[in-house]
Every structure is written in structure tokens, then in C-alpha cells.
């Protein structure tokens, strides 16, 4: 049984309300219970108002926790009413898809199915302020839900689940598409837990049921995306910094990310004085396995005559793999801070400019038209305090 006792009414012997627990666990879902909520805590709080901080100083603890829950119950309500008009709004875009003017009139020969998403999608993006893009997605999430995936929806509708959970069950099952059967056989094992889990949980389990419902087209599917692997030339950043993107197979991005971070920690691990972060730490192991190649010409093993795994850097356009970076004489020796300007990426500052020029190759360019240009001496030697500096760092 469930006790509260309400100092608040007026009645004599100060009565107490027992209600079973299952009253409570059978009580109504959705906007009843948030207006419920309202009536509750307006009776018992008439005579003890809420300051800023929360509950009145004289509110008993025991009912403090009973607001708490409450509010707690009202943002579960508020949140189960959002899923059923997001599950409304889906069901109305799709009837919208479906009309003659947006799904095309056969006199026309406008039968594909795609003329009334984007049909319906010009509107949805002029009424809900959305990118032509990001409109043609949600007419065309709406349809499928609608079509092939109306448990989903009833379970959306039914505030069971919330509009990002519907969303991964349609994006993670549409490999399915093909097969209606398998395709709701794994919809309808999903909804049955997927209250309980969070949308990254969700999204595996998917991931995993798939998979096990039709392994054969799961391998071919990797097949052909193994085919797009791929590293991104640097994409230059604020401050100085570059990002890179890689895209591999799982086994090897597992590969390459345990021995970076195993690098990393054995690192930190020898030195307690190093201050670095764990990630940082991995960014200085990654940067290193670049530059130790363009030193040694070889990329792998640490020994040239590995035939393993090394690889022999290769040249380009005849010349043997480098990174340039054009920065003027002065700023090396410090006499000033000019900007300097690394190739494929940009401007950087003095400061990187003389770290990436160390112990490299350089090479006079003289800008002056009546001069041209002049021979390629070896560096001359710079001060300590100064910085030394490179123009070019190559094997």
C-alpha cells in the first residue's frame, strides 16, 4: 500500500489516503495524468506556496518528494504527448504525399512514387522553414513509416517510443526493404524492448537483428562499401589546426585506434611528469608515425628492409614526398611574426612555421620579379634563441 498523509485539508484527525500500488503503476498515461498532477499539487500546496528555490520551508519532506514525482510524471506525460502529434504530423505528411496534386496524375505519366515526395517535400519545406534537403527526408521518413513500417508508427502514435527511436528503426531496417516479411518480423522483435533502451542501444540491437535475419545480403553489403574506403586529404580549421576523415572497414579502424592508443598510454605510462591528455597524447603518436616516415622514406616497420607491412613512400609528380611551407626569411630567424602558409592547408602562425621547419631541407625563392629565383642552399645555422627553420621536410 501507498501512504501520504495530507496536513494540508482541513478535516478533523488529519485523514490519511491509502492507495494501492497497483492504482498507481495502472494510472492513466499522457495529458490525463499531467492534468491530474495539476489538481493534485494545487490541493496540497494552497496553503504553502513554492518559493524560487522550490517547496516552501514548511512542506514536510515526505510531501516534497511527492511534488518531485510528480514533476518527474509530468515530464513523462509531456514527452509521450509530444511523440503522438510527431506521430500525428508523420501520418498527415504522408496523406499529403498521397494526394493526386503531389503524387501525380496518370494522364501525366507521373506515377513514380518519388514525384509525390518531392512534390509534398516543397511545401513541407516553405511551411516548417526546412532545407529543400532536409524536407524531401521527412516526407520521405513519413511515407515509409506509413507504409511499411505502421507498427513503428502506432508505437510512436501510442507516445511507447519517441520520434529519434522511430527514426533508427526505419533508417537501420531499410537494408530490409527488399523483404516486407523479415523487415516486420525484425520491426516487431525491436518494439517489444525498445522502450527500455537508449537510442545508441537501439540502433546496435537493430543493427545486430538485421544483420542475423539476412546474413548473405549483410556480407555483400560490406563488400560493396568496403569498396568506398577512404582517407580525407586535411580539412583546414581555425587556429592553426587541420582535421583528417578516415572511412575503413571496422576491423581495421579497431586495429589502427587500439595500437594508437596503446602507443599513447604506454607513453604517458614511462613518463609521470607528462601532462598531456590521453588524447592529445594519441594525436602526438599519430603525428609522429607521419613525420618518422618522411624522415626515413618508409612508411611500417622501423627497419627499410621490412617487407611485411613497410611501404616505401612513393614520389609525386617525380619528387619525393615533402611538406612545403613558404615562410619568409626573417620570420625564421625571428626578426618578425609573419603569417607563413603551409601547402593544402593555409596561413599559419610564425611560431608553427619555425616548429615544422626544423632540421628540414629549404629553399630560397625570391620574390622580387627582377631577381627571379636562386639556387637551393642548405639551411645556414640559426641561433638556438631564434628558432631554426625549414622551408621543405623531406627524406
Not at 87 to 111: T, V, Y
Not at 116 to 132: D, F, H, I, T, Y
Amino acid at each position: 500500500m501507498f501512504e501520504q498523509r495530507l496536513d494540508q485539508l482541513p478535516a478533523a484527525g488529519r485523514p490519511v489516503v491509502r492507495v494501492p500500488f497497483a492504482a498507481l503503476a495502472a494510472r492513466p498515461r499522457g495529458v490525463e495524468v499531467a492534468l491530474q498532477v495539476g489538481q493534485l499539487i494545487t490541493l496540497l500546496t494552497d496553503d504553502h506556496p513554492a518559493t524560487a528555490d522550490g517547496p516552501g520551508t514548511d512542506v514536510p519532506p515526505d510531501e516534497a518528494v511527492r511534488v518531485e514525482r510528480d514533476l518527474v510524471d509530468e515530464i513523462g506525460a509531456a514527452e509521450r504527448m509530444k511523440a503522438r502529434t510527431e506521430a500525428a504530423q508523420i501520418s498527415a505528411i504522408a496523406e499529403l504525399a498521397g494526394r493526386p496534386m503531389f503524387a501525380g496524375c496518370a494522364e501525366h505519366g507521373h506515377d513514380d512514387p518519388a514525384h509525390g515526395v518531392r512534390g509534398a517535400a516543397s511545401v513541407v519545406s516553405a511551411e516548417l522553414r526546412l532545407s529543400p534537403a532536409a524536407a524531401v527526408a521527412r516526407v520521405a521518413l513519413a511515407c515509409e513509416l506509413v507504409a511499411e513500417l505502421p507498427a513503428t508508427l502506432a508505437e510512436l502514435s501510442a507516445g511507447g517510443i519517441d520520434g529519434y527511436r522511430a527514426r533508427v528503426i526505419a533508417e537501420q531496417t531499410r537494408p530490409l526493404a527488399g523483404a516486407p516479411g523479415l523487415r516486420r518480423s525484425v520491426e516487431a522483435t525491436m518494439l517489444a524492448t525498445a522502450h527500455r533502451k537508449t537510442a545508441t542501444q537501439l540502433r546496435a540491437a537493430v543493427t545486430k537483428a538485421v544483420i542475423a535475419a539476412d546474413p548473405a545480403n549483410a556480407q555483400q553489403r560490406h563488400r560493396r562499401a568496403r569498396a568506398g574506403r577512404f582517407v580525407s586529404a586535411p580539412c583546414p580549421e581555425p587556429d592553426g589546426m587541420a582535421s583528417l576523415l578516415l572511412r575503413m572497414p571496422a576491423e581495421d579502424a579497431a586495429a589502427f585506434w587500439t595500437a594508437i592508443d596503446a602507443a599513447a598510454r604506454r607513453q604517458q605510462n614511462a613518463d609521470p611528469g607528462d601532462k598531456r591528455t590521453l588524447d592529445q597524447a594519441r594525436a602526438d603518436v599519430l603525428a609522429g608515425l607521419g613525420w618518422s616516415a618522411l624522415t626515413a622514406g618508409h612508411l611500417g616497420c622501423c627497419h627499410p628492409d621490412c617487407s611485411h607491412i613497410n611501404s616505401r613512400l612513393g614520389a609525386r609528380r617525380g619528387k619525393a614526398a615533402c611538406v612545403n611551407v613558404t615562410v619568409a626569411y626573417t620570420t625564421l630567424i625571428g626578426a618578425d611574426d609573419q603569417p607563413a602558409h603551409l601547402h593544402g592547408h593555409g596561413p599559419i602562425t610564425a611560431e608553427a612555421a619555425r616548429r615544422i621547419a626544423a632540421h628540414g631541407v629549404w629553399r630560397r625563392i625570391l620574390t622580387d620579379p627582377a631577381l627571379g629565383c636562386g639556387p637551393r642552399p642548405r639551411p645556414p645555422a640559426v641561433p638556438a634563441a631564434a628558432g631554426a627553420g625549414r622551408a621543405r621536410h623531406r627524406p
